[in-house]
């Protein structure tokens, strides 16, 4: 029988998840298909009733169901220690027993992906955070607990970076906006995680902001943007001008892909493969 998987979301029309996972499927030969679900707000309770009979066995979380899904695994299942701290989820496992676990693999998959395109040792490293929502918290955590040197972070909010700090036990630092400049120029790497530069249609003139401003930026920088409509973002098309490396959107995506498939069947699929896939389908 063949085993289901899903990304549940509001919207999921525009993801790149199915191609990617379904590619990955394809190469390790298992019997799965993956599959798109719109799942509004306040239907997530319900969801989690009926998928267990449709024989779902991996479900991938996107906004704005990630912290909501967390509450709801917590109650019915077990999460780990990651989704407990941070609040939450984007990966769930209805596991052969019946039990349901969460975690997140945002966070891991973004170190993944510096590590693959850079060879930076985390450990060595300042790093600043900018945002300060759910992929923000997982990307700290996912630093703390790679031993980064420091982990600042940067949000134009400052009680939510506070909220941040204060679910990591203090092991990141809030900057206050006076320090900005600073931060980043003393850093190694900077992390985008907030949508600014997203432009799904490549509209010309439309999404030219940079989350941070640029002129801070210098070659010596490993930049990082969570967005990946499109690929090379504001942000990133100014690193790059100053010499900087730069880790596109699809790296990240791609890597906490595999780290989903790793929770579902124990293998992580080729991120090569996954993201050529997912190139192939932006250009269509």
């Known amino acids: 029988m063949t085993s289901l998987a899903a990304i549940i979301g509001d919207p999921v029309s525009q993801s790149l998840s199915p191609a990617i996972h379904n590619a990955a499927f394809r190469s390790m030969r298992v019997d799965w298909l993956y599959l798109p679900f719109l799942v509004q707000s306040g239907r997530l309770r319900e969801t989690f009733a009926i998928l267990p009979r449709f024989d779902v066995v991996g479900l991938s979380v996107t906004m704005p169901h990630k912290a909501e899904v967390a509450r709801i695994v917590g ?3 077990d999460v780990d220690e990651t989704v407990a701290i941070i609040g939450a989820a984007n990966t769930v496992h209805f596991r ?3 039990s349901i676990h969460a975690t997140n693999t ?4 973004c170190c993944a992906a510096i590590v693959e395109a850079t060879g930076a040792d985390l450990a060595r490293c300042r790093v600043v955070v900018v945002g300060a929502g759910s992929t923000a918290a997982a990307v700290a955590h996912a630093l703390v607990l790679n031993n980064a040197k420091d982990v600042a972070v940067v949000n134009r909010t400052a009680a939510r970076a506070n909220e941040l700090a204060k679910k990591l036990n203090g092991r990141c630092r809030v900057v206050e906006p006076s320090d900005v400049e600073s931060a980043v120029k003393q850093a190694q790497i ?15 003139g439309a999404a030219t902001e940079s989350p941070i401003d640029t002129k801070f ?7 990082v943007d969570a967005v990946y409509r499109p690929l090379m973002t504001p942000l990133l098309t100014a690193a790059e001008n100053v010499g900087a490396k730069v880790v596109d959107g699809l790296a990240m995506l791609v890597h906490q892909a595999a780290l989903q498939q790793k929770v579902w069947l124990g293998v992580a699929g080729d991120v090569d493969l996954m993201r050529q896939t997912a190139l192939s389908a932006m250009q269509r």
């Open 75 to 77: 109650e019915i299942g």
């Open 96 to 98: 052969p027993d019946g």
């Open 106 to 109: 945002d966070g891991q998959g």
């Open 190 to 204: 900077i992390v985008n995680t907030t949508p600014v530069g997203f432009n799904p249609s490549n509209l010309q």
């Open 217 to 223: 930026l210098h070659a010596e920088h490993v930049v």
